[in-house]
């Protein structure tokens, strides 16, 4: 069975609706992890906010997708999953703290790393109707709403980190092209749409500034 039938699920709203995320957040979500699965949880929600992956990309990764000679990958290939298709398929993850959170994650699961490489990345404790324990895009969606929810953040969705991630960069002054790529958008209209709500939330953010 492939990938995407692994993991198809529908992703929770997002868009114009989804709340921007600001420092303050996040540093909320990440001191609200706790208990069983707060390596994974805390690898989850670092690695969408390095990468701006959605739900559905996240779950169809597997760990030898991540890992090379047991140290976690500065770059992966990404499969095209559904009606979205990554372009151009690479990922970058140069960031050192979403690294560091994998790799914690994945030695917590196996000290020794000894994975195959097509266990599934992030996965839970009950096996689905073909055995796995991967965790799947729906299931991915209601966890970063309950990180969200945990940690008092009100009005974020699983598309907030992705959409950080994106306002990053534009804040950054990265071409749009190069934004496009990244987002894994098959039109740099879909970008500029996407960028022009993150705008419009900064300037509703900025009137509630008083001196």
Same mark, same amino acid.
């Given at each position: 069975?492939?990938?995407a039938a ?14 921007l995320?600001?420092l ?26 390095a990468t701006? =992956?959605?739900?559905g990309? &996240? /779950? ?10 047991c *140290? $976690?990958?500065? +770059? ?14 690479i ?7 979403a690294?560091?959170a994998?790799q ?10 000894d ?5 599934p990345?992030f996965t ?10 991967? =965790?799947?895009?729906?299931? &991915? /969606?209601?966890l ?7 940690a008092g *953040? $009100?009005?974020? +969705?699983s ?9 990053q960069?534009?804040r ?20 500029r ?19």
């Amino acid at each position: 069975m492939s990938r995407a039938a692994r993991v198809s699920g529908r992703r929770s709203p997002g868009g114009a609706s989804t709340k921007l995320l600001t420092l303050a957040d996040i540093k909320r979500v990440e001191s609200s992890f706790s208990g069983t699965h707060a390596l994974r949880n805390r690898a989850l929600f670092f690695l969408q906010l390095a990468t701006g =992956l959605r739900v559905g990309a &996240l /779950a169809t990764l597997d760990v030898g997708d991540m890992l090379e000679n047991c *140290v $976690v990958r500065r +770059s992966f290939r990404l499969p095209h999953v559904g009606k979205h298709r990554a372009q151009p398929g690479i990922v970058y993850l140069d960031n050192d703290k979403a690294r560091a959170a994998l790799q914690s994650y994945l030695r917590n699961r196996r000290p020794n790393l000894d994975f195959g490489p097509e266990a599934p990345l992030f996965t839970g404790q009950k096996r689905d109707r073909d055995g796995s324990y991967r =965790l799947t895009a729906n299931t &991915l /969606a209601h966890l970063f709403c309950r990180f969200y929810r945990d940690a008092g *953040v $009100v009005g974020a +969705s699983s598309d907030s980190g992705r959409r950080w991630f994106l306002g990053q960069l534009a804040r950054a002054g990265i071409r749009d092209e190069i934004i496009q790529n990244l987002a894994g958008h098959a039109h740099v209209s879909t970008t500029r749409r996407y960028l022009y709500r993150v705008s419009a939330d900064e300037r509703r953010a900025v009137r509630g500034v008083e001196f």
